[in-house]
C-alpha cells in the first residue's frame, strides 16, 4: 500500500516520529513530537493515539513512542520522498541548500511514487540530499554514516562533514558563505578557554569560530 493513502497529517506524524530518532538516541515522546509538528500536546497526542490504534505506532501509556513495522514503512517512504525532492530542487532547479526544506514539506505530499522513482532516476539514484541525510532506498533500505557531533572532537582533528542539520536556514546560510557542506573536509582549532566556541577551517583558509548552537548541527566522520 501507498503512502499516499494516508491523510497529510498522518504523513506527517509518522516523519515526524522517524526524524526525532534518526540522529538521536533521546526518548522520542509526545512532547518533542508536539513540538516537532507545531501543535499542542492534546493534538499530538490524540494523532498518537490514532495512529497507535491502527498499528502505525507504539505507545504505552507515559511511555516513548515508536514506529510500528508498518508505521516505518510508511515514514521511510516520506523521507525518501522528501529528501530526494531536496536534493531535485538543488541539483535541477538551482535552489539553495537553505531553500529547500519547505518547499519540499508541502511537494512531499502531492508527488505520486511513480514520479519519486523517476526523480530517483534522473539524478543517478542519490545516497544522501543536499544537507548530508541519507536517502532511504526504494526498497526502504537506509544508510546512515557512523557519524558523530563536531562537538565532540577534539582540537586538530581533521573530519569530513557527513550532516548538517536543516532546522536553521540562516545557519545553513552561515556554513555556505564560509564553504563549508556536505563532504567538506574541516580542521578544527581549540576556541578561547570556557568560550564553549570552537574555530574550525576549510583547506587552508583562515579559521572561524562555531558556537555550540552550530556545532550541534554538524555531524562528522574523521577524515582519512
Do not use: C
Not at 33 to 46: C, H, I, N, Q, Y
Amino acid at each position: 500500500m501507498s503512502v499516499s493513502t494516508l491523510s497529510m497529517s498522518s504523513q506527517n506524524y509518522l516523519k515526524a516520529i522517524w526524524a526525532l530518532g534518526e540522529w538521536s538516541d533521546d526518548p522520542v515522546t509526545p512532547t518533542r513530537v508536539a513540538e516537532r509538528v507545531g501543535v499542542k500536546l492534546s493534538t499530538a497526542s490524540d494523532a498518537i493515539r490514532k495512529l497507535t490504534e491502527q498499528g502505525l505506532l507504539e505507545h504505552a501509556p507515559y511511555g516513548a513512542v515508536s514506529l510500528a513495522p508498518e508505521g516505518r514503512t510508511f515514514a521511510v517512504a516520506m523521507v525518501r520522498r522528501h529528501r530526494l525532492i531536496e536534493a531535485f530542487l538543488v541539483e535541477v532547479l538551482g535552489y539553495r541548500w537553505d531553500q529547500v526544506h519547505d518547499e519540499a514539506e508541502s511537494l512531499e505530499h502531492a508527488v505520486s511514487d511513480f514520479l519519486v522513482d523517476r526523480i530517483d532516476e534522473h539524478l543517478g539514484r542519490p545516497q544522501r540530499d543536499p544537507h548530508g541525510d541519507p536517502i532511504p532506498a526504494a526498497d526502504g533500505t537506509v544508510v546512515r554514516p557512523d557519524a558523530v557531533l563536531l562537538s565532540v572532537m577534539p582540537a586538530g582533528a581533521r573530519v569530513r562533514v557527513e550532516r548538517i542539520s536543516d532546522d536553521d536556514p540562516g545557519l545553513l546560510q552561515y556554513f555556505a558563505e564560509h564553504g563549508v557542506g556536505y563532504g567538506t573536509v574541516l580542521t578544527t582549532r581549540a576556541g578561547a578557554p570556557y568560550s564553549d566556541v570552537v574555530n574550525v577551517a576549510v583547506a587552508d583558509g583562515a579559521p572561524f569560530a562555531l558556537g555550540r548552537a552550530a556545532t550541534d548541527a554538524v555531524w562528522v566522520t574523521v577524515a582519512s
